[in-house]
């Protein structure tokens, strides 16, 4: 009996030891959730491949108006996507549901110039498996005219100012000077004559100028601040802030319009001067940067080119450059290096429809006409 009871003992041991060293070491539990979390990894990899695009590429380049035709195909033919959702510019345009996986995005939504986005989001049991980003540029659907000009007339102009704004109104040019004898002023046309002036501060870089409703706003370089003036008196009335550059400035009906050098010009709201929209400027070909010193001119924003003898002639409503205006050679003066006091400053007298050019410290303002 004995003999039997230790048998028995042992046998329980053995059993006993057996199960505490499998269920210490944890191998089958762990295989089992090893195996669940490995096959989980494997879905959400195969689902992150749901489509591909075909078109278009990466940086494809299309006209003004023009269709964009996408073509898109499953990455794998026994995980068809539910559905595949068309994002353009930032806007849900369409889904599609089955094959063919293609659509064409109409004219109409390729009416502005630029580099524009576009996005694909593949979906499959309710979720988000695959997003698809590409860009593609939105070039003129014209190319530009040249125009020369024929100066008629030439006015004195202030060799000290190194222009960066310019408009005319009621008789006189108003003026925004830059570097560190930035200022605001009123100039006699005829004589060149300084009427009044406003300097600013020392450490402020004076940038473009324009009129909104008997207000002149004015902003600066670098330092994102501006400033609202009665035209009156140059009193102070306000302080405007934004997040880029200021370069040029100009007003359109009910919106001022802002460059920072770049070929992006920003539309703001002139209460708070908040950007509602941006146009990015094109011609046939490429991008047209560094816009400067800006004018509206009959329904057209006029635009220096920085460092060039060009103003770029832009539709306001699509971002096309209309024409460029090529004013090489207009300025003959050995003491001025218009290589770097270059073309800057464009004034329109709406009644008289007189157009006026200048450049930083230059010695003249000319009255000009264009010719084709």
Known sequence: MKNNCIKYLSAMFIVLLVTWIISCSGRSGNVKVAAKETDISTEDITESRLIKMILPEENSEFKLGESIKIVLAPENINQLPDSVIIYFDGKKITSINSAPWEYSIPSSFTSQ?????????????????????????????????????????????????????????????????????????????????VLRQLNLSSDLFGEGITLFNDRIYQVTWQTKVGFVYEKSTFKQINKIYFQSEGWGLTAIRDKIVMSDGSNVLYFLEPEMFTVVSRLEVYDYEKK?????????????????????????????????????????????????????????????????????????????????QLIE
């Open 113 to 193: 110039t630029g580099r524009k986005s576009l996005k694909a989001t593949g979906y499959r049991g309710g979720k988000a498996r695959t997003t698809i980003t590409r860009f593609m540029i939105i070039l003129s659907d014209i190319v530009p005219k040249r125009f020369s000009y024929k100066v008629l007339h030439t006015y004195p102009h202030d060799r000290g100012a190194f222009t960066q704004g310019l408009f005319y109104d009621n008789g006189v040019l108003y003026e925004g000077t830059g570097q560190e004898s930035s200022s605001l002023r009123e100039v006699e046309l005829v004589t060149g004559k």
């Open 288 to 368: 047209v940067d560094q816009l400067n010193e800006l004018e509206y001119i009959n329904g057209e924003i006029w635009a220096n080119i920085w460092m060039t003898d060009l103003i770029a002639r832009i539709d306001p409503s699509s971002g096309k450059v209309l024409a460029y205006i090529d004013l090489k050679g207009i300025l003959d003066d050995p003491q001025t290096d218009t290589s770097v006091n270059v073309l800057n400053g464009i004034a329109y007298d709406t009644e008289g429809k007189r157009i006026f050019i200048t450049g930083k410290n230059w010695p003249k303002l000319f009255e000009i």
